[in-house]
């Protein structure tokens, strides 16, 4: 069993940050790419960016420059700072964590909960 729990949403206004959290607990051998996906009110789940093992990020370009990406291996937390927010990035925020249970088994994704992040004046 894996568990994800994600934190740090939250109503901010044009201009200002968050930072998002998603720690994994539960049965976790090994993990390789972090994420954070998101979905706006009737659209379709849209990467943000991820992280890779060693450290390797990749932004979706209507983040790049604003958002960072990190992760804590020792705690298996994958974060995302967010700063400038603009109301067009309103959505409900995902993780997903692609890792492995055990040495014997195979790499799958897990996914958060979800987290809302709503920009607004």
């Given at each position: 069993?894996?568990?994800?729990?994600?934190?740090?949403?939250?109503?901010?206004?044009?201009?200002?940050?968050?930072?998002?959290?998603?720690?994994?607990?539960?049965?976790?051998?090994?993990?390789?790419?972090m994420g954070w996906y998101r979905q706006a009110l009737g659209k379709q789940r849209d990467l943000v960016a991820t992280i890779t093992s060693g450290n390797s990020t990749n932004y979706a370009d209507s983040v790049k420059g604003r958002?960072?990406?990190?992760?804590?291996?020792?705690?298996?937390?994958?974060?995302?700072?967010?700063?400038?927010?603009?109301?067009?990035?309103t959505a409900v925020y995902y993780c997903a964590l692609d890792l492995r249970s055990s040495p014997w088994t195979r790499a799958r994704t897990f996914w958060g909960q979800g987290t809302q992040v709503t920009v607004s004046s």
């Open positions: 069993q894996v568990q994800l729990v994600e934190s740090g949403g939250g109503l901010v206004q044009p201009g200002g940050s968050l930072r998002l959290s998603c720690a994994a607990s539960g049965s976790i051998f090994s993990i390789n790419v958002f960072t990406i990190s992760r804590d291996n020792a705690k298996n937390t994958v974060f995302l700072q967010m700063n400038s927010l603009k109301p067009e990035d």
